[in-house]
């Protein structure tokens, strides 16, 4: 019996409805992939938290030439596992200079993304075909998670490398079970190197699930898979782990309580914040537009039309997607960036219905985000025009939170006509033409990738004065005793990382070092807070400062009271 097709207007669908000038719009479609992964990479500084943590263990990768044992700021580093920094060390010595150490280390986080746009890619084609290798990349894309975090370097990033090579790897199972068992095993490595026993556990449910919910994988050839899946693991892994243990037997077993310890285990300690729904309550608009896609393809799966639930494209990202949404159900103290590996088999689920959603519907998401984006582009030109000329008023300075006002944006032509030649392309993609289902995907994300563009180009000299600490790191370091060492407390590990690379300060932690009081100078680390900086018995002010622009943190350096 045929299975019934649902299309917009009810006849028989294209589903590739290209039609002439394929190459020039696969083209076009790659320029677009390209200009959302390579803007905002370089030119601004590492900024908190994982970009500045990250980087400076690659940092101290690139000075110590030890890829084993992660440093930061002079300590081993052993809450993440080194992939990621690793390959940002790479990318410095390869690329610094000419490019600066940090936007070289960056490049690195788009070589990801660029994994993980393809892999989703591949993965579409394999179990949607070939019409559908596109529409999740637009829909990555245009998800408002994806955004800064995706362009940062952090573990996070790694693991959602790694999900998306295993994603691809599992979609490939049934056709070729060694090349699929190779990916699926070479993504749980990734996974791990990046992010610990999280991953792994992840892709382990799944590839359980997965025979018991279809057919398409309840089959020999799948358990090959599982078996080189394992293999290739094991490989990719124990290089990292036999050489930690190697090289220090305390180090590996103090990795390996604190791996054992966190995250996957955490549901039964109360002590750690569990918020169960926290990621559910954020799904709406971090999956944006995703979600309600995802809806729909349920609401038109679920009445038995294009193969329904029980279709292989519907099911691997379906149980992939709930198994990782259980996972951060019982993580620890969440986050938004550990949703991030959550996007790609949603992804997917998002376009598997596209081309049966009501025209109406369609056209609602398109007018939304042409309307939305087209406003948004304008107030951003028009607030840094009127920055340019006036200096930033105090009104929007308050909206951007900024506690200075006054800021005046430099004027340099090549972002300038980057941000122009951007925003005409916009206006040249949306305006009036056929309408069409995928179009209202590839103006979503064409409008995401122009706010990205303004974000990264007209805009990122004042968010980078906004959130760099060179400035304040280096006028700090200036305060500091030429002899002696320097202790710290309440200092953060991004604020460390980026202490050690803008002044060559390592300090003494009073949380980990009894001996922190003993140094000659003190740095301390403060919230907001107004008036005089606390006093210390036998300390007194050096020197006290803050970010620009930002009232959130405080640092102030005590030297010992020669009386």
């Known amino acids: 019996m045929a299975r019934p097709v649902l299309t917009a207007s009810g006849a028989p669908a294209e589903l590739s409805p290209s039609g002439p000038y394929r190459a020039l719009k696969q083209l076009g479609l790659a320029f677009l992939c390209a200009a959302w992964v390579l803007l905002g990479l370089v030119g601004h500084d590492p900024w908190k938290t994982e970009d500045a943590t990250t980087f400076g263990v690659a940092w101290e990768m690139v000075q110590r030439g030890d890829y084993v044992v992660p440093y930061l700021a002079g300590e081993p580093y052993l809450a993440r596992p080194p992939f990621v920094p690793a390959a940002a060390a790479l990318a410095i010595k390869a690329f610094a200079p000419p490019l600066a150490p940090h936007s070289a280390a960056r490049l690195a ?18 179990i949607a075909g070939r019409a559908f290798r596109w529409l999740p990349i637009l829909v990555l894309i245009g998800s408002i998670g994806f955004w800064d975090r995706a362009h940062a370097l952090s573990a996070e990033l790694g693991l959602t490398v790694g999900i998306a090579i295993a994603f691809y790897g599992f979609a490939l199972a049934p056709r070729r079970p060694l090349p699929g068992g190779v990916l699926v095993g070479l993504g749980a490595g990734v996974a791990f190197l990046s992010r610990g026993l999280l991953g792994p556990l992840w892709l382990a449910a799944t590839a359980l699930l997965l025979p018991l919910a279809s057919a398409t994988w309840r089959t020999r050839g799948f358990a090959i898979t599982t078996l080189t899946a394992t293999i290739v693991a094991a490989a990719t892994t124990l290089p990292w782990l036999v050489a930690l243990a190697a090289r220090d037997p305390a180090l590996f077993a103090t990795w390996q309580a604190g791996e054992l310890a966190r995250d996957f285990f955490a549901w039964d300690d109360d002590a750690q914040g569990i918020e169960p729904f926290y990621h559910l309550r954020n799904l709406l608009w971090f999956a944006w537009p995703a979600l309600p896609l995802i809806l729909w393809t349920t609401w038109t799966r679920g009445r038995g039309f294009n193969g329904g639930l029980a279709a292989p494209e519907f099911r691997l990202p379906a149980i992939l997607a709930l198994v990782i949404l259980l996972g951060l159900a019982l993580m620890p103290e969440p986050r938004l960036i550990h949703a991030m590996p959550l996007l790609v088999p949603l992804a997917l689920l998002a376009s598997l219905e596209i081309d049966s959603l009501k025209r109406g519907f369609s056209g609602a998401l398109d007018w939304f985000g042409i309307l939305t984006f087209g406003l948004l582009a304008l107030l951003m030109w028009g607030l840094w025009i009127d920055s340019y000329t006036h200096g930033m008023s105090p009104q929007v ?109 390592t300090t003494v932690r009073a949380e980990t070092n009894a001996n922190a009081e003993d140094c000659s100078a003190l740095l301390v680390q403060f919230g907001r807070q107004e008036g005089a900086p606390p006093a210390m018995p036998g300390w007194q002010v050096q020197w006290e400062g803050r970010r620009r622009g930002d009232d959130t943190e405080r640092y102030v350096i005590y030297v010992k009271d020669a009386s």
């Open 109 to 126: 986080a788009g070589f990801a993304l660029g994994v993980v746009l393809l892999c989703t890619a591949l993965a579409s084609r394999e």
């Open 397 to 505: 300075a308050r909206l951007f939170r900024d506690s200075e006002s006054g800021f005046e944006p430099s004027f340099h032509l090549g972002t300038i006509l980057a941000a122009l030649f951007l925003t005409a392309l916009w206006i040249v993609l949306v305006r009036p033409a056929r309408r069409s289902n995928r179009r209202a995907v590839l103006n979503w994300a064409a409008g995401m990738t122009l706010l990205w563009g303004l974000y990264s180009t007209i805009w990122l000299p004042y968010l980078d004065s906004r959130r760099s600490y060179r400035s304040m790191v280096e006028t700090a370091a200036s305060h500091l005793p030429a002899q002696g060492c320097v202790g710290s407390r309440y200092l953060g590990e991004p604020q460390r990382a980026l202490f050690h690379y803008f002044g060559n300060v």
